[in-house]
């Protein structure tokens, strides 16, 4: 019944690891998004695909980069994890990109870079 | 560029009333979102706001002045499960990227 899940839900690793997260929504939407919240709970905006094309792409290291297999899955490869890496990462999915659009957010992945 | 501000933290007592205000300056305006999220849960939808006035929803209302670049969440006869984080977010452009504010934490006592 799960409308937008994320895998795993807690990562912790080692400096300069590679990890990837994984996200898939089942509410048939064309946009998902991954978003970044810090230890001050900012919640940013990394990147937005809208039917497995990139529309949003904000000012994120290369080490980051997001994949969308199919309209139902973005997944979320991270190289060289960094100290600063740490942070809990939420996707979202909507309807389509439109402004009105309400965003529906999976349960987060803590992920901690030791 | 767009900024927004909220409090940090609001206390208040079970069944009262509390405002969360929130200003933003943004280029161009496409509507204005309340989530709430509670300690280690995803933020879930409370309400959108694009025109001016006020909307309500149950216990929940949210007001919007566009020319003020202003608006709130009234949070009526709070509950102990309202103590959560309130997230205020804009939508500048038609197909832009929701901005986020830092949150306001309510903490409702008994």
């Known amino acids: 019944d799960t409308a937008v899940s994320q895998t795993p839900k807690y990562l912790v690793t080692q400096m300069g690891n590679d990890k990837s997260i994984k996200c898939e929504q089942n509410?048939?939407?064309?946009?998902m998004y991954w978003y970044k919240q810090d230890s001050k709970k900012f919640l940013k905006i990394m990147f937005s695909?809208?039917?497995?094309?990139?529309?949003i792409n904000e000012t994120v290291p290369n080490r980051f980069s997001p994949k969308s297999p199919d309209k139902a899955h973005l997944n979320l490869h991270i190289n060289s994890l960094e100290l600063g890496d740490s942070a809990v990462y939420f996707c979202?999915?909507?309807?389509?990109?439109?402004?009105?659009?309400?965003?529906?957010f999976g349960p987060g992945t803590r992920l901690t870079v030791l | 560029g767009q900024n927004i501000d909220q409090p940090t933290e609001m206390t208040a007592t079970e069944g009262a009333i509390v405002q969360i205000n929130c200003t933003y300056q943004?280029?161009?305006?496409?509507?204005l979102f309340w989530y709430q999220q509670h300690a280690g849960e995803a933020p879930t939808f409370l309400s959108y706001?694009?025109?001016?006035g006020l909307e309500e929803k149950g216990r929940f209302s949210s007001f919007l002045s566009r020319s003020k670049g202003y608006s709130y969440l009234l949070l009526k006869e709070l509950q102990m499960k309202d103590s959560a984080s309130y997230l205020c977010?804009?939508?500048?452009?038609?197909?832009?990227?929701?901005?986020f504010g830092a949150g306001t934490q309510v903490v409702v006592t008994p």
């Open positions: 979202a999915s909507s309807p389509s990109g439109l402004a009105s659009d309400t965003q529906y």
């Open positions: 509410l048939g939407h064309d946009t």
């Open positions: 695909y809208n039917n497995k094309e990139l529309i």
């Open positions: 943004t280029s161009g305006f496409n509507g």
């Open positions: 706001n694009v025109l001016d």
């Open positions: 977010a804009v939508r500048g452009r038609l197909w832009g990227k929701l901005q």
